[in-house]
């Protein structure tokens, strides 16, 4: 399946994002891009690649039912596509079997770019390939259970910061241990969201491992960014994160992109607002609850409404939304056939926060391989896992 994409077309990979990339966002963005390709007549398949949020390891294997549902796809998702989380090679390889053995994913992404303080701080994330040993311990454990029936793919960051950089050693270490591709994020930890990734890493790990496809994440704002990271780093695809926040059709155009078609223009904005409901729906119809559905879209609106004339009295009420009829009510109020400027649209967006210091085990940095208070550490926190 993967070999197919890989041969054929330049990968899109929807990273995950939590609380972002549920099962209505995945079909929002599903959807949208589809609309697209019919419009420039593409009627094949897109290859794009939607994951799922992050799903921590352990509590997998207890079964927490809402960690089970980060893992339940609808019956139409071409791939079913999950990230797992963990700093303990053996419960993230039994969390691995398990998805395989249990037909639950058709591919798995190991998570090592999170830079958030309570998933550093365990030594996880963004904060784990530092560790060589049990880097190589995880992936390889991965790659193992995997059985050789499902793909599994990296996410990493640049490094810690710029005092430890780590993506040149650890691509090779998820080479030599099989994986099908290795997404880099031009970014270090520290970097958080903030500043500019450095599209130069991608460039310089797709030379450091050529025989393994790199994709490149970071800064790809538009169809335009996504080509011009592939004609300057010779990565294999992109991964698109903050980009697609309120822009679920940026897919469609960049696929168009690639495939040599005009890029269909940014939507009118009554495509959006019909979007806003469409995604609103299906969060009332994931959670059964259409209060719940409603509150978790209140997110969502800043980014949909980014560059559209609202006026800040509806803005402000449709980030308390509590039902669909007083969404549709608010929607009604927005004029329907504005245009959005380009450089709006396309400019960044989700976060932004700056530098920070990185959260980290106490003497983490102190050596690049686990010592045994460490793994006892790692270990624990593992087994502290009590929900999804």
Known sequence: MFADLLATNPVIELAPMAGVTNRAFRRVCREASESIRREIGQTDDDGTIYVAEMTTSQALLMR???????????????????????????????????????????????????????????????????????????????????????????????????????????????ADAGVTWVALHGRTAAQYYGGKADWNT?????????NTPVLGNGDIWSAADAQRMLNETGARGVVIGRGCLGRPWLFGQIRASFAGEIVPAEPQVGV????????????????????????????????????????TQTRGALALISNLAELDELLETIERDQYLEDAIAKSPRGRTTPDKRVNLPDGWLNSQFMSVREQETVREAELSVSGG
């Not at 991608?202 to 030379?207: N, Q, W």
């Not at 299906?282 to 004339?309: I, P």
Request: charged share 30%; net charge negative; proline share 4%.
């Open 64 to 174: 927490h039912p809402e960690t089970i549902d980060l893992v339940t796809f609808d019956a139409d998702e071409r791939v079913r596509s999950a990230q797992l989380y963990g700093v303990d090679p053996k419960i993230v390889g039994d969390a691995v079997r398990m998805l395989v053995d249990e037909d639950m994913a058709d591919h798995i992404d190991l998570n090592f770019g999170c830079p958030v303080p309570k998933v550093t701080r365990k030594g996880g994330g963004s904060a784990l390939p530092w560790k060589r040993d049990l880097f190589s311990d995880i992936v390889n454990s991965a790659v193992t259970n995997a059985q050789g029936k499902v793909p599994v793919t990296v996410k990493m960051r640049v490094g810690i910061d710029d005092d430890h950089i780590t993506y040149l050693d650890a691509g090779r270490i998820a």
């Open 202 to 210: 991608i460039a310089r790990l797709v030379e450091h491992i050529p």
């Open 272 to 311: 959006i607002l019909d979007l806003m409901k469409r995604h609103a729906k299906l969060l009332t119809e994931m959670h059964g609850n259409e209060f719940k559905g409603c509150q978790e879209m209140r997110k969502h609106m800043a980014w949909y409404l980014k560059g559209v004339v609202a006026g």
